[in-house]
Antibody
Framework: QVQLVQSGAEVKKPGASVKVSCKTS????????IHWVRQAPGQGLEWMGR????????DYAHRFQGRVTMTRDTSISTAYMELSSLKSDDTVVYYC??????????????WGQGTLVTVSS | QSALTQPPSASGSPGQSVTISCTGT?????????VSWYQQHPGKAPKLVIY???KRPSGVPDRFSGSKSGNTASLTVSGLLDEDEADYFC??????????FGGGTKLTVL
């Protein structure tokens, strides 16, 4: 069965960087975009960007441009999201999410369990 | 992109129907038939319940239905059950390989 398993919770200081991993299984990793979505406690979802596991190509939301890097390692079917220059309002849960089907389906069928990143001095 | 607009809350009694709206612009909801809806129970990851405006994934009850008119999409949950109490989020493709989500609606089953 399809699974997306994320790395554990992190505590970082303001200005630091965090790298969250998303290990996938149960399907062909290179066949589906992986997106990263975040959610503040009790708040809505926010799309951050996506990586094409086959090519490594990325698309980022404007507000994260220059601060986020999404990569992948096809040898271990794992995607990564690194966010730099952390601020207190980056204290949220980060989800990796699979875009259903091939290119151009534009919805998300499997979600990781979420990774809480806490930014505190 | 700005977040899609959803009412913060909605409610209904068991067996009733409730509709949740999701308002965007002609650049997202109104411009593409790629609106999807997600159900999220407390402490859990979201789950897809509607995609491409009105399609249901396998395993989602037909009590869940979706529609769109202009820049507003809607999710209707019919025959409300206690288990439908959750947060619901809409999402839309917004062009230029970007996506946008709504702020979420807390559905309470009275």
């Amino acid at each position: 069965q399809v699974q997306l398993v994320q790395s554990g919770a992190e505590v970082k200081k303001p200005g630091a960087s965090v790298k969250v991993s998303c290990k996938t299984s149960g399907y062909t990793f290179t066949g589906y975009y992986i997106h990263w979505v975040r959610q503040a406690p009790g708040q809505g979802l926010e799309w951050m960007g996506r990586v094409n596991p086959r090519t490594g190509g990325t698309d980022y939301a404007h507000r994260f441009q220059g601060r986020v890097t999404m990569t992948r390692d096809t040898s271990i079917s794992t995607a990564y999201m690194e966010l730099s220059s952390l601020k207190s309002d980056d204290t949220v849960v980060y989800y990796c999410v699979r875009e259903a089907g091939g290119s151009g389906t534009y919805h998300f069928d499997y979600w990781g369990q979420g990774t809480l990143v806490t930014v505190s001095s | 992109q700005s977040a899609l607009t959803q009412p913060p809350s909605a409610s209904g009694s068991p067996g009733q129907s409730v509709t949740i709206s999701c308002t965007g612009t002609s650049s997202d909801v109104g411009g593409y038939n790629y609106v999807s809806w997600y159900q999220q129970h407390p402490g859990k990851a979201p789950k897809l319940v509607i995609y491409e405006v009105s399609k249901r994934p396998s395993g989602v009850p037909d009590r869940f239905s979706g529609s769109k008119s202009g820049n507003t999409a809607s999710l209707t949950v019919s025959g409300l059950l206690d288990e439908d109490e959750a947060d619901y989020f809409c999402s839309s493709y917004a062009g230029g390989n970007s996506f946008v989500f709504g702020g979420g609606t807390k559905l309470t089953v009275l």
